[in-house]
């Protein structure tokens, strides 16, 4: 049984700092990648970051330099540091990845940023 469950949404000001977490079971973790989408309402899911079993990194363009994905391989879960916050990055944030030929979601934590 796959699971994946985000935590660390909330609302903060703009210029903020939240720490999304996705907590993995039911997988082998350490040989997962995990990505983190978001989604807006009224707009299309986008990517927002990824992170290899290697721990190779990637981000969309508008989130370069303000938010890092990071694992800890040993507490089964991925971190989605999010500085500098803009009331564009409001969305409900969720983590995925890909296991036995399938992808998995979590429900998502609601990210609101405040002008």
């Known amino acids: 049984q796959v699971q994946l469950v985000e935590s660390g949404g909330g609302l903060v000001q703009a210029g903020g700092s939240l720490r999304l977490s996705c907590a993995a079971s039911?997988?082998?973790?350490?040989?997962?990648?995990i990505t983190w989408y978001r989604q807006a309402p009224g707009k299309q899911r986008e990517l927002v970051a990824d992170i290899t079993s290697g721990g190779i990194t990637n981000y969309v363009y508008s989130v370069k330099g303000r938010f890092t994905i990071s694992r800890d391989n040993a507490k089964n879960t991925v971190y989605l540091q999010m500085n500098s916050l803009k009331p564009e990055d409001t969305a409900v944030y969720y983590c995925?990845?890909?296991?036995?030929?399938?992808?998995?979601w979590g429900q998502g934590t609601q990210v609101t940023v405040s002008s």
């Open positions: 995925s990845t890909r296991a036995l030929g399938y992808n998995y």
């Open positions: 039911g997988i082998i973790f350490s040989i997962n990648a």
